[in-house]
């Protein structure tokens, strides 16, 4: 999900930036207005639509609600940052006969880097924390980690193993710590790098 959403991000904010079509704003203000639907209202009509696709109750059927609650996040960011990109360098790109791909893998990712950090932090932890989506749309077989916890904690009857419990939280917060620690700095470098343009 999370590499999913930060290659459709990155190809969202290039085309709403670098190849504007008529009608650009009005779809980038529907993804824009997708990032303040709350969890709650997305349930029921995931639900059913995950049925519809036999998806229900799947890692696959997770994947896919990360994916499409997170579409709009990555695609602000990478639109934020893309407009900052000089035009210039796509059309020298376009003169020199790229295509629309090729402008995009050879002259927009490699000068990504800052950007494609910070969607990867902030989508891992959102999915990674998610016990909302997880509870709702999960089965036995692919509940999250925040599931299982939750499971974990409320299974034990009678006296509390809390040795047992703090040991899982460990564990459930250890992956978000490793992501900080290892790239934190780059993370408010990028949220930096797409603030301002020119």
């Known amino acids: 999900a999370v590499m999913l959403t930060a290659i459709l991000g990155a190809m969202n904010g290039y085309v709403l930036t670098k190849w504007?079509?008529?009608?650009?704003?009005?779809v980038f203000g529907m993804l824009l207005l997708s990032c303040f639907i709350p969890f709650q209202i997305v349930l029921i009509p995931?639900?059913?639509?995950?049925?519809?696709?036999?998806?229900?109750?799947?890692?696959?059927?997770?994947?896919?609600?990360?994916?499409?609650?997170?579409?709009?996040?990555?695609?602000l960011f990478f639109r934020n940052y893309y407009a900052a990109f000089?035009?210039?360098?796509?059309?020298?790109?376009?003169?020199?006969?790229?295509?629309?791909?090729?402008?995009?893998?050879?002259?927009?990712?490699?000068?990504?880097g800052p950007i494609i950090?910070?969607?990867v932090i902030w989508q891992?932890?959102?999915?990674?924390?998610?016990?909302?989506?997880?509870?709702?749309?999960?089965?036995?077989?692919?509940?999250p980690?925040?599931?299982?916890?939750?499971?974990?904690v409320n299974s034990s009857q009678g006296v509390k193993e809390y040795n047992v419990h703090f040991a899982g939280a460990i564990l459930a917060a250890l992956p978000t710590l490793v992501v900080y620690i290892v790239s934190g700095r780059y993370f408010?470098?990028?949220?930096?790098?797409?603030?301002?343009?020119?």
Request: hydrophobic letters at 55%; charged letters at 10%; glycine letters at 14%.
């Open 20 to 26: 504007q079509f008529k009608g650009h704003g009005i």
């Open 46 to 75: 995931m639900a059913k639509m995950l049925g519809i696709l036999g998806m229900a109750g799947t890692t696959s059927g997770l994947v896919f609600v990360h994916l499409i609650y997170g579409l709009g996040f990555t695609t």
């Open 86 to 112: 000089p035009t210039e360098i796509i059309k020298a790109a376009q003169i020199d006969g790229a295509g629309f791909f090729r402008i995009f893998w050879r002259v927009l990712l490699p000068s990504s």
């Open 117 to 119: 950090v910070v969607t």
């Open 124 to 143: 891992f932890t959102n999915i990674w924390n998610d016990f909302l989506f997880g509870a709702s749309f999960a089965d036995f077989d692919s509940i």
């Open 145 to 152: 980690m925040t599931v299982a916890l939750n499971n974990l």
């Open 188 to 198: 408010v470098r990028g949220l930096m790098a797409g603030a301002v343009k020119g």
